[in-house]
């Protein structure tokens, strides 16, 4: 089974993006690892560096890097930087 990865692929590994979750967070965060697997929907996320975000009380008790957020709470994403040449 291939879950809805939103657009989300090997390639957003190490960028920046700005990316807006179901629950109304926006943030800018560095994409550390796109995580898949084909029997597990809650397997299948996202690991990023926070950089900021419109819902700072969301992530009050947790470190900002290496957040996790599974795949089906990303709405949508922009890339907002490439790697530098
Ligand atoms: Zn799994």
Redesign the pocket.
Known sequence: MNFDMKGLSAEHQGKRLRIEFTDGEICEADLLMLST????A???GITFDLLRTNRPEKHQHASPAAVWSEIEFVKSFEVLETEAE
């Open positions: 697997c084909h029997e597990h809650d397997c299948c």
